[in-house]
C-alpha cells in the first residue's frame, strides 16, 4: 500500500484566498483523522471521521475550517478566507480500528501571506 | 481535562548509549498508549502502542513501558544510533478510542 497520500506537499496562498488540503486515507482503514501542528501549540488533531461520518469536531478553530468525507477513500480539509495564522503543517492520518494504530501522511506544508 | 507531558524537551546523547524518554498524562482514563518518530519535515512513523491494559511493548532496540495508575510512560532505547536522532512523541487515546493527544516531544540527538 502506498500509505496515506496528500496534496498538496506545500501551499503559499494570500490571505483571505480559499485553500483545500486533500488526502486519500490507507484503503480499508475505518478512521481518518486532520491534525495540525505549530511550534507554539505542537499537534493538535482538528477533527476526525469513522465510516465517513465526522466524529468529534471540537478542535476545528473557527467557522473558517470545514473537512468533508465523501467517500471511503477521500477528504478535505478547507480554510475560507484563510488567515496568516493558519500557517502551519497538516497532516492526515488513518487507523484500521478503534484506538488502532494511526499512519500518517507526509503533511502539508501551508503558508499564508 | 487530559494533557501529556514529555520531559527533557532535548537530548543530547554520544553513540551507544542506553537512554530514557519520559512521558506523563494527567488523566489514567486511557484507552492506549502510542510512541511516534518524527524526522525533520517529515511526517510522523509510530513506533510502539500499549493497550491500556499492558504493561510494556518492546520492537527491536525500542522498549515502552506504561503504569497507568501513576500517569507515566518511558520509551527506552537500547545502544543508541546516530540514525535514531528524532524528535519522540508521546500520545495518548482517550477511552472513547479516538481522539489522540500529544506531548510536546523530545528531540533527540545521537552523536556518532
Known amino acids: 500500500d502506498a500509505g496515506v497520500i496528500q496534496s498538496p506537499r506545500h501551499e503559499v496562498t494570500e490571505m483571505g484566498q480559499e485553500v483545500t488540503l486533500r488526502c486519500k486515507p490507507i484503503?480499508?482503514?475505518?478512521?481518518l483523522f486532520w491534525y495540525r501542528q505549530t511550534m507554539m501549540r505542537g499537534l493538535e488533531l482538528l477533527i476526525y471521521?469513522?465510516?465517513?461520518?465526522?466524529?468529534?469536531d471540537s478542535g476545528m478553530p473557527e467557522d473558517r475550517f470545514s473537512a468533508k468525507m465523501p467517500n471511503a477513500s477521500f477528504s478535505t480539509l478547507k480554510i475560507q478566507p484563510s488567515e496568516p495564522r493558519d500557517s502551519a503543517v497538516y497532516f492526515c492520518?488513518?487507523?484500521?480500528?478503534?484506538?488502532?494504530?494511526?499512519?500518517f501522511g507526509p503533511g502539508t506544508r501551508l503558508t499564508v501571506l | 481535562k487530559q494533557e501529556v507531558t514529555q520531559i527533557p524537551a532535548a537530548l543530547s546523547v554520544p553513540e551507544g548509549e542506553n537512554l530514557v524518554l519520559n512521558c506523563s498524562f494527567t488523566?489514567?482514563?486511557?484507552?492506549?498508549l502510542q510512541w511516534f518518530r518524527q524526522d525533520p519535515g517529515k511526517g510522523l512513523t509510530s513506533l510502539l502502542l500499549?493497550?491500556?491494559?499492558?504493561r510494556e511493548q518492546t520492537s527491536g532496540r525500542l522498549n515502552a513501558s506504561l503504569d497507568k495508575s501513576s500517569g507515566r510512560s518511558t520509551l527506552y532505547i537500547a545502544a543508541s544510533q546516530p540514525g535514531d536522532s528524532a524528535t519522540y512523541l508521546c500520545?495518548?487515546?482517550?477511552?472513547?478510542?479516538?481522539?489522540?493527544?500529544f506531548g510536546q516531544g523530545t528531540e533527540l540527538s545521537v552523536k556518532p
Open positions: 500520545a495518548v487515546i482517550d477511552n472513547q478510542g479516538g481522539k489522540l493527544i
Open positions: 484503503s480499508g482503514h475505518d478512521y
Open positions: 471521521f469513522n465510516n465517513n461520518v465526522p466524529i468529534d
Open positions: 492520518a488513518s487507523s484500521p480500528g478503534t484506538g488502532g494504530r494511526q499512519y
Open positions: 500499549i493497550q491500556s491494559s499492558q
Open positions: 488523566d489514567s482514563a486511557i484507552y492506549n
